[in-house]
T-cell receptor, first 111, second 114 residues
Framework: GEDVEQSLFLSVREGDSSVINCTYT??????LYWYKQEPGAGLQLLTY?????DMKQDQRLTVLLNKKDKHLSLRIADTQTGDSAIYFC???????????FGTGTRLQVTL | SQTIHQWPATLVQPVGSPLSLECTVE??????LYWYRQAAGRGLQLLFY??????ISSEVPQNLSASRPQDRQFILSSKKLLLSDSGFYLC?????????????FGPGTRLLVL
């Protein structure tokens, strides 16, 4: 089945850019998502990208997809303390009709 | 607009006691519904999903069960809780606009089994 990997932790300074990476294994994946989880809360959908796209930009968020390497990244420009959270990558595979989540990357923003 | 509710928000239960967590969705009909568990410091594990009333699929063998008595209600249950059942339980529903399969999550229930 699909395997989705993320690094566990990332620390950046306020005002810098953050880049959170994700790799997946199933080349037939169609939709790829980024979710944000603040402490004690559920998951909030941030953005998604369809597999026929290479890039998607939404205000401070930029999603890059490298289908050849099965690599997805989320860039947060001008990172703020309010961006501190766990970020989950999730990949939808039509053949299995299911959404597979990565283990999440904890983003810590320091002053 | 669609909203998803989970109840209760927090629960502390002794080992061996029963469990019932509720998830309800408003503003949509015939949604796909999901139960996930997030253990402390870990990712999400899919427990159950349902494509309709009375239709439940289990992803992993475990001490829990799920039921869908109404179109927009999804219940997670256990007859006897184990310590390992502690975690953060999230319900989600799918927006099937086009082929996006986008999942939207509820606020979660934090369960502590002592």
């Amino acid at each position: 089945g699909e395997d989705v990997e993320q690094s566990l932790f990332l620390s950046v300074r306020e005002g810098d850019s953050s880049v959170i990476n994700c790799t997946y294994t199933d080349s037939s994946s169609t939709y790829l998502y980024w979710y944000k989880q603040e402490p004690g809360a559920g998951l909030q959908l941030l953005t998604y990208i369809f597999s026929n796209m290479d890039m998607k930009q939404d205000q401070r968020l930029t999603v890059l997809l490298n289908k050849k390497d099965k690599h997805l990244s989320l860039r947060i420009a001008d990172t703020q303390t309010g961006d501190s959270a766990i970020y989950f990558c999730a990949v939808y595979t039509g053949t299995a009709s299911k959404l597979t989540f990565g283990t999440g990357t904890r983003l810590q923003v320091t002053l | 607009s669609q909203t998803i509710h989970q109840w209760p928000a927090t629960l502390v239960q002794p080992v061996g006691s029963p469990l019932s967590l509720e998830c309800t969705v408003e503003g949509t009909s015939n949604p796909n519904l999901y139960w996930y568990r997030q253990a402390a410091g870990r990712g999400l594990q899919l427990l159950f999903y349902s494509v309709g009333i009375g239709q439940i699929s289990s992803e992993v063998p475990q001490n829990l069960s799920a039921s869908r008595p109404q179109d927009r209600q999804f219940i997670l249950s256990s007859k006897k809780l184990l310590l390992s059942d502690s975690g953060f339980y999230l319900c989600a529903w799918v927006d099937r606009t086009g082929f996006q399969e986008t999942q939207y999550f509820g606020p979660g229930t934090r369960l502590l089994v002592l």
